[in-house]
């Protein structure tokens, strides 16, 4: 048995284990030091959706599985359910040290990118530079500021996989086991299945490698084995998932990236997954992939406004020409970013000396990880540009199984946020395990000139760009405007080039006298990963200032307001629609109320379709008679039959406006209108009294007969979110109606 020697086989774990734990706890010193947390957009959308849930879990010890506060009532797979697989999380618990949840997901992608470049040989100490660079990245950064900590938690434990692969396939089996399982189930945990889709691609491009170079090696007998133990693995880890895949999969054919019943204008067939125009709304322009390297290519950030700072070219040409009506009127269009995209809240920037690495590992690493990792680079670049490059991705989208279940394809560039520090490393790693010679002096040069060159050359010509952001929303601006604009946008530009510029001059230089022996190998993997942490934080402290944090009592989003108070004064069962609540982008009103809004992605697709082609109408129809002073509730159908008994324009008590014209929550009917196919069903159901008219479609269901009891009555008597019981007097056969949300695969009616 080989002897253990502390300091050359544990210290190094320990020290870097140390760093992650130094940088996380330093990034994050708000929440760690002062009891504040991060106001994170998609967690409070979540807490509002979960609050009706978790309450009922906290009083009855059960589960739900049904929101009855959002969309009318969704099933709450993808919400808030808690499945029987606490092990795995006591296990992602464990390996992140008890850090605070979701600023440990940093944490744990500093650790398993560092397991993952251990497993591919690359030395500790400079693996640790590789792990600071992905999980330093803003892109992890800005999804944890926006509190997608599900699709952050996933990017964890990808390269956990990727490690387990190369362990079984360098004869490591049993390691390699354990360490596919584990990231498998760890990774799937986090339920975020784009991630995953992602991490497929990747995996699967490095076995299709491991493939070819085994049968040049006449190794495939040993490939085989091998991909035996990873699928092994693989079903190990999906095991673990199993309950939350099944009900997810289940779901998915009744949720907008399910097939629609519905046949539109022109079309002979129903259609599957998203619809193009909603899957492609977040995407990259062709040149955006650039801030990668430069991150104020296109500015930066959405919400930096030049008008806020007083020494700003804008600033002055506003108050020197404009008065306060002009200043007011222009300073929403001073946005330092000027990018294709409507909004973002910063560039995913990868690290002038990441890129430089990448450069270094194209010519030095070995030639099998080459062929690997570029192409992936390649691809994630094609894929976030979604519909800016629509030939390939259509193609992809119409072709590709599971690709168009997935929105946000900027999120493809994970991919290749993944690969560089990668490939980076293994090049870095060949460099310092080879003599120096002409010819490793000439590759080095090269990289210094390719990547070195391009910010050189951005610095230099920077004032040839037009720098004016063109298209719905530039605005029409006066001239002397778009000069101060261009000349602000300039300046960040060619600042961040020259910062690039000079980030990898040190990067050059630390190799550089590495191989002139002038500085010992952990000396300069040091130093790269100081290089790395300050060249990543700085930036990502663009974004994530103090000021991102905030005590609880801070946090007013989910904080009752007056409207809120004069409604939960009637304690009976009813729904609410909030005007002033964005349908669909905004549950505010869910941690209250039972809402006919809420914030979720994959809504059932019947009640979408019911919304956009009837509810939606409706209610612009009544805001203009509203607006007119005619207030129309009887014509306002869809809520009726809804039973949204109170209409919320503000958050102040005569912002509410009772509904008297609601169906409730169960009515008879007088007739029924047959019609022969779910899009019959659909236009007849928003052109009817729903009072006294049912639509039923009689492809799937068998008119029934029934007799009209003018005194038939209908009331709910006791309402749980999975269990709703009513009591009905009628002298006759008779139809009711109810105002739920129907899911096929769980409601029962008896």
């Not at 279940?405 to 460099?431: C, D, T, W």
Request: charged share 15%; proline share 3%.
């Amino acid at each position: 048995m080989k002897k253990i020697d502390f300091v050359k086989h544990i210290l190094p774990h320990v020290i870097a284990i140390g760093i992650f734990l130094v940088v996380t706890v330093a990034f994050f010193s708000p929440v760690f030091f002062e009891d504040k947390t991060l106001e994170q957009h998609d967690i409070q959308q979540y807490l509002a959706s979960s609050h009706s849930a978790m309450e009922y879990r906290e009083a009855t010890g059960q589960e739900p599985l049904w929101s009855k506060s959002m969309f009318g009532g969704m099933p709450l797979y993808l919400v808030n359910v808690q499945w029987d697989n606490q092990p795995v999380s006591y296990t992602k618990f464990v390996l992140s040290l008890g850090l605070t949840h979701p600023y440990c997901n940093i944490y744990l992608a500093f650790l398993c990118y560092y397991i993952m470049l251990l497993a591919f040989g690359v030395r500790s100490y400079l693996a640790i530079a590789g792990a600071l660079a992905f999980g330093l990245s803003s892109y992890m950064i800005l999804g944890l500021s926006a509190g997608h900590n599900g699709r952050i938690g996933a990017i964890a434990f990808m390269p956990l996989i990727i490690a387990g692969m190369q362990l079984v396939f360098a004869n490591r089996k049993i390691l390699g086991f354990g360490v596919s399982a584990m990231g498998m189930a760890l990774q799937l945990r986090e339920n975020h299945l784009q991630i995953t889709y992602y991490l497929a691609i990747v995996a699967v491009i490095f076995g299709l490698v491991k493939l070819v170079e085994a049968i040049m090696q006449k190794k495939l007998g040993d490939y085989l084995k091998g991909l035996s133990v990873l699928i092994l693995a693989a079903c190990i880890g999906i095991g673990s998932f199993f309950g939350q895949l099944w009900a997810i999969t289940e779901y998915t054919k009744y949720s907008i990236r399910g097939p629609s019943e519905l046949v539109k204008s022109g079309a002979t067939t129903t259609g599957s997954g998203l619809t193009k125009d909603y899957a492609f709304q977040y995407k990259y322009g062709i040149y955006e992939p650039l801030t990668l390297l430069i991150p104020s290519f296109y500015g930066g950030s959405s919400s930096n406004y030049f008008v806020q700072d007083e020494n700003s070219a804008t600033y002055k040409a506003l108050m020197e020409k404009g008065d306060a009506k002009t200043f007011n009127q222009l300073a929403a269009y001073s946005s330092a970013y000027w990018g294709p995209q409507s909004f973002t809240g910063g560039a995913y920037y990868a690290g002038a000396i990441v890129i430089f690495l990448f450069v270094v590992g194209l010519l030095f690493a070995e030639k099998k990880y080459v062929i690997w990792l570029l192409p992936l680079c390649l691809l994630s670049i094609m894929i976030s540009w979604g519909d800016s490059f629509p030939s390939f991705n259509y193609f992809l989208f119409d072709h590709l199984p599971g690709f168009n279940k997935f929105r946000s394809f900027n999120f493809a560039l994970i991919i290749i946020l993944f690969a560089m520090p990668l490939l980076g490393l293994l090049g870095v790693e060949k460099l310092w395990s080879s003599d120096f010679n002409k010819t490793i002096k000439k590759k080095l040069l090269i990289a210094l000139g390719v990547v070195g060159g391009i910010c050189f050359l951005f610095l230099i010509f920077a004032g040839i760009g037009s720098f004016v952001k063109t298209g719905p929303g530039a605005g029409d601006l006066p001239g002397w405007y778009k000069s101060a604009l261009a000349e602000d946008r300039i300046s960040l530009f060619r600042i961040d080039a020259a910062r690039s510029l000079a980030f990898i001059a040190l990067g050059f230089a630390v190799l550089y006298f590495e191989l002139h022996k002038k500085i010992t190998v952990p000396g300069a993997a040091l130093v790269l990963v100081a290089l790395v942490s300050i060249d990543l934080a700085t930036v990502n402290k663009r974004y994530f200032k103090d000021e991102s944090f905030k005590l609880p009592e801070e946090q007013t989003f989910l904080t009752m307001n007056l409207a809120d108070m004069a409604i939960l004064k009637d304690t009976t069962s009813y729904r609410v629609f909030a005007f002033n609540e964005p349908f669909g982008t905004d549950a505010r009103a869910s941690y209250f109320h039972d809402n006919i809004g809420g914030y979720h992605g994959a809504k059932m697709k019947r009640y979408q379709d019911f919304f956009d082609s009837c509810f939606s109408k409706q209610a612009q129809e009544f805001s203009v008679k509203a607006n007119q002073g005619k207030i129309d509730l009887a014509g306002f159908q869809a809520a009726n039959m809804l039973n949204v008994k109170y209409l919320v324009f503000g958050d102040k008590p005569n912002a509410v406006l009772p509904n008297n014209q609601v169906n409730g929550n169960a009515w008879f009917v007088q007739k029924v209108a047959e019609v022969k196919s779910p899009t019959e069903e659909l236009k007849k159901a928003c052109n009817i009294d729903t009072k006294t008219i049912a639509v039923v479609d009689g492809s799937k269901f068998k008119i029934p007969e029934t007799g009209v009891d003018s005194t038939a009555s209908i009331k709910l008597i006791v309402e749980k979110p999975n269990y709703l019981k009513y009591k009905a007097v009628t002298s006759t056969n008779g139809l009711a109606v109810f105002s739920e949300i129907y899911y096929p695969k769980g409601w029962i009616a008896t």
